[in-house]
């Protein structure tokens, strides 16, 4: 194991190094400055009490940012040394290498098939088989396959809350990204649903860079490597999730994650 | 009574609200009841009336003997010939300049208001005055232009025709067709549209994948509705090409043609023998709110199968 949460070299790919990154929601600072290294192939829990900047923070690392008018960013945000903000760069792109989960299950009002099919599909995909192999293989990642595998033509919204869930994130893996960005994925979820999506993360983070936003401590102590700590829009600490639950360097950390506050 | 409004409030209510709910309850009820007698006398008028002589000779054969006599085909022929080509104009015309307004524009732009301000006022311009627009725009203008440089001057499009009936008609619908696709594109989550981006969807490909599809219930609702609206307005045609009898069909675009609404104002007024042209005007009237309605009704019907189909409670 490193011995920093910053140090995080080991990690082949799906690093995300940020660097100076501020958030505007038109003049109104919404978060920054942020530097920091999310290491790849582990899974990164962003806390902090409601309005504290950890969404603002999570969707700009894929850009989703931009869907908010009057959203603007500054700084730098590099995935394995390319940088996702630079000239030229599209976010239609980034967000293929770099996924996202909602809080809320949103699958498409189609069949469980064309949902988790669709982005494949819109990247040109059409070979027939080669999409049902990506399908199942998406659909497998997520622990859904058993459950769905009769019934893929089937519509999704007939799919329970925890599956619809599992589902967004079959259709997330199924581009075959290199990070995914979970917005508090579990919280709408009863607690079954919720202990197989925290399985499911422990899964991903085999092969997948995962950062995932909870308002749940035991969650984040759970499912984490490394947790930040962001508070009023700012990083206030970010370090192996065992060092924050334990012995934080930041009283207000320990205040937060204690429950004292927030 | 001093004891009793000291005490806990009574389950029986006072009688005060009682009395004014009742009042209300009348009021509104008798209201409602005229309507639907208004209503009804009007059905009744009409299919008691009318039925008698909707035969299928009536449906099938052109007016003869001075409009006292025959039946309507012509203006059957012609108002659904009108409907199609003005909802072959103003649909996609509509959904674009929807799709535009509600994905592309940006709602504070001036410009933006400026449209959104221009298609509320269309939509309450009195139909009279898009007749004379289409009148001095699509007749003189516009087939007058076309006449010098394809006819060498000829009277061809310059005249009242099928084509400019149908566009001044497609000009009148737009306005309901724009405000229900924006409505339509305005009710999809943007939960979907967030998925879908985030997913690496162009924004092209979010419309067309994901939001259209949601919205082509609404859509097809405003087109139908817009249409049945259409089949029967008169005031937009009567000086841009429905004609008072002709012996034949349209058979090309600027052709005069016949027309329900207005056969019914022809037959009102000039018949030379009233009593004769009576039940003749009755069924006329009836085979218009009969097509009137069987629109409507496919809106309806339309609607819940697709919606049927897109939220997915069945297969």
Known sequence: MTQTALAASESPTGNLAVSELFVYYGPKRALGPVTMLVPGKQVTALVGPSGCGKSTFLRSLNRMNEMIPGCHVKGEVNLDDEPIYGPGVDAVAVRRRIGMVFQKSNPFPKSIYDNVAYGLRIGGLTDRSELGGKVEHALKQSALWDEVKDRLHESALGLSGGQQQRLCIARALAVEPDVLLMDEPASALDPIATAHIEELIHELAHNYTVVIVTHNMQQAARVSHHTAFFYMGDLVEFDKTETIFTKPKQSRTEDYITGRFG | MSRSTEAQPSLRASRRPRTGDAVLWLATGLATLLVVLVLLVILVDVVKNGAPRLTLGFLTQAPSDGMTAGGIFPAIFGTLALVLLMTVAALPAGVATAIYLHEYASPTATATRIVRIAVNNLAGVPSI??????????????????????????????????????????????????????????????????????????????????????????????????????????????????????????????DQFMHLGYHVYVLATQSPDVDATRPLLYATVLVLLLLTFALNATAIVVRSRMRKKFSGSHA
């Not at chain 2, 994901?210 to 008169?234: D, K, N, W």
């Open chain 2, 129 to 254: 005055v898009f007749g004379l627009f289409g009148l001095g725009f699509f007749i003189q203008f516009v087939g007058g232009g076309m006449d010098k440089l394809f006819y060498g001057g000829n009277k061809v499009f310059a005249q009242p025709a099928l084509i400019w009936a149908a566009l001044t008609m497609a000009i009148l619908t737009l306005p309901v067709v724009i405000v229900a696709t924006e409505e339509a594109l305005a009710a999809v989550p943007r939960e979907l549209r967030l998925a879908s981006a985030a997913l690496g969807a162009t924004k092209f490909q979010t419309i067309w994948h994901v939001v259209l599809p949601q919205a082509v219930p609404g859509i097809l609702t405003g087109a139908i509705l817009s249409i049945s609206r259409g089949a029967g307005e008169v005031a937009p045609i009567l000086f841009t090409g429905a004609a008072y009898f002709l012996p034949t069909l349209p058979h090309s675009l600027h």
